[in-house]
């Protein structure tokens, strides 16, 4: 029988919705497990029981069945009358068949859980989380040093990229464009769908060496091994020229300071004619600031900075020119209040000279 998604989210005064949002991070971590068990292609196709799911996951099957209830709770499984379970569309999201499958996301944001602990001693001391998690250095630097998380990291990016690159890939326009390069660009994915729409674009995914290692089966994978290349090196040294410079979801993870180093080492690579398209997420506080703070402040947990800064602000310290800005709603944020409204910002720039 179907269940409404947490139902503890609806009804009940401020004291049920407090614990409502305590059950929340109880959800998060069920369908954590529920991910690691695979129980998303366990089901594909068919309806089991918890025992028969059990075998499959080599999992116990009395607390499979206590999981598999918990799933139903949070509305990524069924439960029928004769003890079969099924999947919802929730649940196949997590099926590894599927291209853009968020398990790997699932797996890898759950599996950062360490920064969070770090939460409110990184706000006292004005430091950020994953420094102190990750003992002085960058979540990255952690990942270099942990290849299989640094494999699901990047895949979870992707699959990101799966649900809203679309929509960005739709704003950017690759008319003319000789090369883009995906700076910080995981396994490509955003590249990728601009060489989808686009047959006649070449690109480079620029990334730490320990990430672009992985990104060039997936290149091959979909067909663009013929017009692209991978680049590994570090944003805060050099950039590979190109006409088009795409970051996407890489400044919030940086303080003002390191965005400026960034973005002046793209400015450097930019061919002449050339532009960057910033892609990231923000709250719209009400001021004219673009604040990457929105999608920034999840990720305190990883990066150096997001605290309060404007992208704007730091794209004109690098002497680059503000030409276009475009603002989608986050799919997932039709409900919020205007003030809390998460939105995918994308700023192109120009180089307005350099100094
Ligand atoms: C949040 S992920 C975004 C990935 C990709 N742009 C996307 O949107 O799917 C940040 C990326 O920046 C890369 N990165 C971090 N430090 C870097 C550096 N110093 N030089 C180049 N890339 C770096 C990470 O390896 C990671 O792939």
Redesign the pocket.
């Known amino acids: 029988m179907a269940s409404p998604i947490a139902p503890w989210k609806t009804g009940g005064d401020a004291y049920h919705q407090m614990v409502g949002t305590l059950y929340d991070y109880w959800a998060c971590w069920t369908t954590c497990a529920i991910a690691d068990l695979s129980i998303a292609d366990h089901l594909a196709g068919e309806s089991l029981t918890a025992a028969e799911v059990a075998a499959r996951a080599g999992s116990a099957p009395e607390t499979t069945l206590r999981l598999m209830r918990a799933g139903v709770a949070i509305g990524l499984l069924t439960e029928q009358a004769d003890g079969r379970f099924g999947s919802t569309p929730l649940l196949d999201t997590l099926r590894t068949d599927d291209p853009r499958s968020l398990r790997p996301l699932v797996l890898s944001q759950m599996g950062s859980w360490l920064p969070w602990d770090q939460l409110a001693i990184g706000i006292r001391e004005g430091s950020t989380r994953s420094t102190k998690a990750f003992g002085g250095k960058?979540i990255?630097d952690y990942?270099a040093q942990h290849p299989d998380e640094?494999e699901r990291?990047?895949a979870g990016?992707?699959g990101?990229?799966a649900v809203w690159g679309p929509a960005i890939a739709d704003a950017i326009d690759t008319t003319g464009v000789q090369c883009a390069v995906?700076?910080?660009?995981?396994?490509g994915?955003?590249l990728q769908l601009l060489q989808h729409k686009n047959p006649a674009l070449s690109g480079i995914v620029?990334?730490?060496p320990?990430?672009v290692e992985h990104a060039e089966a997936e290149i091959a994978r979909n067909g663009f091994a013929d017009r692209t290349r991978t680049v590994g090196?570090?944003?805060?040294?050099s950039v590979p020229t190109g006409d088009l410079l795409?970051?996407?979801?890489?400044l919030?993870?940086w303080s003002d300071e390191e965005c400026v180093k960034?973005l002046q080492k793209c400015r450097d690579a930019i061919a002449h004619g050339g532009r960057i398209a910033i892609?990231d997420d923000h709250v719209d506080n009400g001021d004219s600031t673009c604040r990457t703070d929105g999608y920034g402040h999840a990720?305190g947990v990883?990066g150096q900075g997001a605290h309060d800064r404007g992208v704007r602000r730091v794209v004109r310290r690098c002497r680059l020119e503000t030409h276009r800005r475009a603002q989608d709603r986050h799919p997932a944020d039709r409900d919020r209040t205007p003030s809390r409204r998460g939105r995918l910002a994308r700023l192109s720039a120009r180089s307005a000279g350099r100094p």
């Open positions: 960058t990255f990942l640094a990291f990047s990016m992707s990101m990229t995906d700076v910080g660009g995981a396994k994915s955003l620029f990334d730490r320990n990430v090196g570090s944003f805060f040294e795409l970051l996407k979801f890489i919030h993870d960034i892609v990720h990883h």
